[in-house]
């Protein structure tokens, strides 16, 4: 099963959820935690994985061969992100823009078009405390995160359990990293802030027909609707964590909640059972 943890909004506690999640597994089954927040990876932080292999990732992007180009503009034309322009004589590439999808070297009329590698981020791979462990990391003033997300998804080898922290908002990398996922659970917290990126992330979730349930944090810091929009949208609220000092000393010193307070461990074996439970049913519901 793969189970990715979104948040429509940062900070919420999706990284917390994710690693305690995956720690409460790991003595029953294979688990595998890949973390494809690249912008910002952080669940090494809280695992402490040893790393014992990585790659770079690159993206292959447009080389202009100028004897050969007649400036026809075709290229330009079908790139769909505007990362090549032909003005007058000249022919610009722009690689940040580039999303690496080939179309204009498979167009262009004079085969005037190669394609170069353009570093994106690393991946790398270890293990920690009996775990899997992925994570991408993006490389400095990098705007392109898929590449990278991909390649640390197709590291899942389909056994177990995959539990994926996915980057946080609503936008293509969140899309690409919850993309194939069997439930999502939405991190939120009790604020007018945290309910309005909750529906932004529920509405995203229905558009990839990926079933979700949430995560209410800090539980007590605000007021009660984002309970009463779950209610009314028919969302499983799966899990309450309260504001609480004590498990905010251990996030700030990078404790993962199970393992500062191993009481919580049963909440997330029951959260994992009661995931398996709603995919179970939508299966059987959609064979029928
Ligand atoms: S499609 Fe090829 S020939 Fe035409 S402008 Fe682009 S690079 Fe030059
Ligand atoms: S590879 Fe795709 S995205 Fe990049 S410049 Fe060519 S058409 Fe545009």
Not at 57 to 76: F, L, N, Q, W, Y
Not at 126 to 153: Q, S, T
Not at 196 to 208: F, G
Not at 268 to 281: A, P, Q, S, T
Request: aromatic residues 4%; hydrophobic residues 40%.
């Amino acid at each position: 099963m793969v189970i990715s943890v979104a948040s429509g909004k940062g900070g919420t506690g999706k990284t917390l959820v994710a690693t305690s999640l995956a720690l409460s597994l790991k003595d029953n089954q294979k688990v595998t935690l890949l973390d494809c927040d690249v912008e910002e990876p952080n669940a090494h932080v809280f695992l402490k994985p040893v790393f014992t292999s990585s790659e770079a990732v690159s993206i292959p992007v447009p080389k202009v061969d100028k004897e050969k180009c007649t400036r026809c503009g075709r290229c330009a034309e079908v790139c769909a992100y505007n990362a090549i322009a032909v003005l007058g004589e000249h022919v610009l590439t722009f690689p940040q823009l580039c999303h690496g999808c080939g179309s204009c070297s498979y167009l262009c009329p004079e085969e005037a078009i190669t394609e170069e590698p353009r570093e994106a981020g690393v991946v790398e791979w270890g293990r920690a405390d009996g775990l899997e462990f992925v994570h991408g990391k993006l490389a400095i003033g990098e705007a392109m995160a898929p590449p990278v997300i991909r390649r640390v998804k197709q590291s899942a080898d389909n056994q177990g359990t995959v539990i994926i922290d996915v980057p946080p908002g609503t936008s293509c990398p969140v899309v690409e990293a919850v993309r194939g996922s069997d439930f999502c659970l939405l991190v939120t917290e009790p604020t007018p802030f945290g309910l309005s990126d909750l529906i932004l992330a529920v509405e995203m979730l229905r558009e990839l027909n990926i079933p979700c349930g949430v995560v209410l944090n800090r539980a007590g810091v605000g007021d009660d609707k984002v309970e009463e929009y779950c209610r009314k949208e028919n969302i499983p609220v799966l899990l309450t964590i309260p504001l609480d000092t004590d498990i905010a000393r251990l996030y700030s010193k990078g404790v993962p909640l199970v393992e500062g307070m191993p009481e919580w461990k049963g909440s997330f074996r029951k959260l994992f059972d009661r995931i398996g439970e709603i995919v179970d049913e939508r299966n059987r519901s959609l064979k029928r």
